[in-house]
């Protein structure tokens, strides 16, 4: 019988990647007010060059793009860069409809809940403070717990065994097939498909079950807590 549930954080309970996007834009806008000799468009392509190479979560992306564009960091252009993103960030960072409601649903049916991301500690405890959420979660595994990213096994097997449950008393909720649904079934754990948070147009998810709203959710864990498939 279903007894846990294990979330993905960004493009899951949250629309990260419009929030990154808004962000960049800002600090952009914010570069160019501040000197910055460069398109706002050559800006952004750069900008995301570095986060493909570093990471989505690098935090030294804007000294990177002014020391390599420029072999130099101008303070007040950076400065300006970052007061852009976080204003960009305050503004953008939200849950996607009813999160809320739906982790309050799973918590009143007695279920563990946790979040499984592959983040640094710091920032994924940042977005869930921001968010009023981490009185839902029984526990939070970022990447520092492992030291590696899904869909390697070893963040699900501390998931698993934080939680004190069997793989199949798990379910694995989460945007990215090629991570989330890869890495959860391949210890043994159901799997749900966000396809509302997915970035990459995957047209297979290769999940046990997939929904277009996180609402939908209650539904499956109905089922599941019942004994059905």
Not at 44 to 64: A, M, P, T, W
Not at 75 to 101: D, F, N, S
């Amino acid at each position: 019988m279903l007894r846990a549930v294990i979330f993905d954080l960004d493009n899951t309970l949250t629309d990260f990647m419009r929030m990154k996007e808004v962000s960049i834009d800002a600090a952009i806008e914010g570069m160019i007010d501040a000197g910055l000799r460069m398109s706002a468009e050559d800006a952004k392509h750069k900008l995301f060059d570095i986060y493909d190479r570093e990471g989505i979560e690098d935090q030294r992306v804007f000294d990177r793009f002014l020391e390599e564009e420029f072999g130099e960091i101008d303070p007040m252009i950076h400065t300006a860069a970052i007061i852009g993103y976080r204003r960009g960030r305050e503004y953008t960072l939200v849950l996607y409809p009813h999160v809320k409601k739906t982790l309050l649903a799973l918590a009143k049916r007695g279920l563990k809940l946790a979040v499984l991301s592959d983040a640094p500690r710091y920032q994924a405890w940042s977005r869930l403070c921001y968010l009023q959420l981490p009185h839902f979660f029984d526990h939070v595994i970022t990447f520092e717990d492992t030291a590696v990213r899904k869909p390697d096994p070893a963040p699900f097997k501390r998931a698993i065994e934080l939680l004190d449950m069997r793989p199949d008393e798990v379910i694995m909720v989460g945007d990215w097939p090629e991570r989330d649904m890869v890495g959860g079934s391949g210890v043994g754990i159901k799997t749900v498909y966000a396809r509302y948070g997915d970035t990459s147009g995957a047209a297979v998810s290769g999940a046990d079950y997939e929904i277009d709203d996180i609402s939908q959710l209650v539904g499956i864990v109905d089922k599941l807590m019942e004994g059905k498939k």
